[in-house]
Nanobody, 120 residues
Framework: QVQLVESGGGLVQAGGSLRLSCAASGSIFSVNTMAWYRQVPGKQRELVATIRRGEVTNYADSVKGRFTISSDNAKNTVYLQMNSLKPEDTAVYYC??????????????WGQGTQVTVSS
């Protein structure tokens, strides 16, 4: 069984920074892609950033230049450094991991979510 445990959310003023972490543990053969999504009440969950095999990154236009996704492959952990935060970044942030749990079985996992609130 695989678990994703997130940490690092909180309340910050506009212009401030936060760093989210998400650690995957359990029976993991290898990591394909890890990602951060966010969701506000009444809206669909949206993709924020992805990192594939620890190297290739992709960002939503709304966070480019402000957020940085990175990973520690040895620890199966993904980070999201969020700078120059805006009130519109307020959301519950979810970690997602696309993992190989055996050499041939691929599965998606989600973290429990962490609240990020940016005050104006």
């Amino acid at each position: 069984q695989v678990q994703l445990v997130e940490s690092g959310g909180g309340l910050v003023q506009a212009g401030g920074s936060l760093r989210l972490s998400c650690a995957a543990s359990g029976s993991i053969f290898s990591v394909n892609t890890m990602a951060w999504y966010r969701q506000v009440p009444g809206k669909q969950r949206e993709l924020v950033a992805t990192i594939r095999r620890g190297e290739v990154t992709n960002y939503a236009d709304s966070v480019k230049g402000r957020f940085t996704i990175s990973s520690d492959n040895a620890k199966n952990t993904v980070y999201l450094q969020m700078n120059s935060l805006k009130p519109e970044d307020t959301a519950v942030y979810y970690c997602n991991a696309n993992l190989m749990i055996t050499a041939t079985v691929r599965t998606d996992y989600w973290g429990q979510g962490t609240q990020v609130t940016v005050s104006s």
